[in-house]
Each structure stands twice: as C-alpha cells, then as structure tokens.
C-alpha cells in the first residue's frame, strides 16, 4: 500500500526560536525596501478608516498581505522587491478573488467575536459617542468607563486573535499553492493544530517584542489625546517602529509557513522569489 505524502510535517518546539532569528535574518537582508512596503501598507490603512473604505479596506487585507508575503519570498531569493509587489494579487483575479472572499470571512469572524464580548455593553452609550469610536476617535476612548474600555480592548484583541488564526497559513497556501479557500482555511488551520508548540513558542517571542512598541503607541496616542502634543521625532519613531513589528510578524508568518509546507527555499537570483508562483 503506498502511503500518502503528508501535506505538512510537525515540528519540535524549539523550531519556533528559530523562525524567528530566521525571520530577522531574512528582514536584514533588504530592509530598506521591505520597510518602504511596510510604510505603504500603513499608509493604505490610515487612508481608509471611515465607513465602506474601512471595509473594503479589511475585505482586501489577505490580498496585501500575500502582496507582502511574495515579497518576502523575493528577498529571500536575493532579489529587490519592488513596492508595486504589494499589489501582485491583483494581477491574478482567481487568487484575489479567493483572498476578498477570505477578508469578508475573517470580519464575519471578527465581529461576531467583539459582539460575544461586549454584547449589550454599548448600548448605554450616547449616538455622538459611538460616531466618534466607530471613527477610531482616541479621546473618545479614554473617556469610557474604564470597565466598558478594559471588556471592549480584549474584545478588539479576541477579534484580532480570531481572524489572524484563521488566515495565518490560509492566506499563503492560497497564494502559494493556488488552493481552494475551504481547503486553505481547513489545511491551514490543521497545520497550526499539529505544530502548536513551536507556534506558541513564536508567539512568547513575538509577544516580548511587541512590549516596547505598545509601551511607545500607547506614550504617543496618550500625549495626542491630553492635547499635549507629541514630540514629532517620538511620532516618527513609533511609527517606524510599528511597521518594523509589523514586518517581523510577516516575516514570521512566512518563515513559519515555509518550514511547516515545505514551501522550499528559492534559489538565489532565481525568477522564482519574483513573478513567479508556486503552484
């Protein structure tokens, strides 16, 4: 009987540690242009934080994030990705569709996950409040009753935690390995399943990291909204420093996904990190 090759191995947990020097280390090999990416995704989303841009903003993350992830695999096939290779799944209607129907799956996910939390907690708020949140206003956060905002933040953190678990491998294996979305979805979230350990261990990391950043956002928003302004050098820097992080978690994401589906390493100045797919 001739057995089935696997579509996925499982890995030790000290394979998380590193995923991570390994994602540094992809990262410093192009740095400049990958954060010239970073900044043009975060520009991207601060342009569309109101009403139907938001979400189709949302809608098309897992299209940016395969944009982000196949630059990625140019750099770490020792080319210069260009910053038009944020936008590369639009050039492949099969694949961008399949990713748009996966952005509208993980906002239905999202919210049901904030509404299970904060269920009948916003409806105590005034109209002109709840304008101002859905606006991503800050002060209006910080005038909340601290109750409401500590059940709201772990709400918008369950939302995130939900819809990033449900895409972290779905999105490259759509993208990758041209796969169905309800066979990315199930593969990817079996593969996450089986090698838990070294995702968690990736995750401690990556959480440690993310101490600094927060602690900065958190000084800067803070200053914004007491109205005593920023220093702007401070706003530069945690502004750097949030697409830094950010690229850390693509990059991770992509080494991760590389090791556990055997997507293989391209060879250096080869066509393969650029324009062309794995099927």
Same mark, same amino acid.
């Given at each position: ?39 043009? %995704? ?10 139907? !841009? ?7 993350? #897992? ?7 196949? +630059? ?20 492949? #209607?099969?694949? &961008?569709?399949?990713?748009?129907? @996966?952005?509208? %799956?993980?906002?239905?996910? +999202?919210?049901?996950?904030?509404? +299970? ?15 101002? &949140?859905? =606006?991503?206003?800050?002060? +209006? ?14 709400? !918008? %953190? ?7 678990? !449900?895409?972290?491998?779905? *999105? /490259? @294996? ?5 796969? #169905? @979305? ?15 350990? /070294? ?12 101490? #600094?950043?927060? *602690? ?22 945690? @502004? ?5 992080? =950010? ?7 992509? *080494?991760? $996904?590389?090791?556990? $589906? ?5 060879? /250096? ?8 797919? *794995?099927?």
């Amino acid at each position: 009987m001739v057995e089935t090759p696997k579509e996925y191995d499982t890995l030790p947990a000290g394979r998380g540690m590193g995923w991570l020097t390994h994602s540094l280390q992809l990262l410093g090999r192009d740095i400049s242009r990958l954060l010239l990416l970073g900044l043009l %995704l975060q520009l991207l989303a601060g342009m569309t934080q109101i009403g139907a !841009l938001a979400i189709l903003f949302v809608l098309l993350v #897992p299209a940016l994030s395969a944009g982000m992830l196949q +630059a990625l695999h140019s750099a770490d096939a020792g080319l210069r990705p260009s910053p038009a290779m944020l936008f590369v799944a639009f050039s492949r #209607p099969d694949r &961008l569709l399949r990713l748009v129907f @996966l952005g509208g %799956l993980m906002l239905a996910t +999202a919210m049901a996950a904030v509404m +299970a939390v904060v269920s009948g907690a916003l409806t105590g708020l005034d109209a002109e409040t709840m304008a101002k &949140l859905e =606006q991503g206003d800050v002060e +209006a956060l910080l005038m909340m009753n601290p109750e409401l905002l500590e059940r709201l933040m772990i709400a !918008l %953190l369950m939302g995130l935690v939900v819809s990033g678990t !449900l895409s972290f491998f779905a *999105v /490259p @294996l759509i993208w990758f390995r041209n796969m #169905p @979305l309800r066979r990315a979805i199930w593969l990817g979230l079996t593969g996450m399943m089986r090698n838990w350990k /070294p995702l968690l261990v990736l995750g401690l990391f990556l959480g440690v990291l993310a101490v #600094p950043a927060a *602690v900065l956002s958190a000084l800067v928003l803070g200053l914004n909204a007491t109205g005593q302004g920023g220093s702007p050098l401070l706003t530069i820097v945690m @502004l750097f420093v949030a697409v830094a992080y =950010q690229l850390l978690l693509f990059a991770s994401q992509y *080494v991760a $996904f590389r090791d556990i $589906f055997r997507l293989g390493h391209p060879r /250096p100045g080869s066509s393969e990190g650029s324009d062309q797919l *794995v099927a």
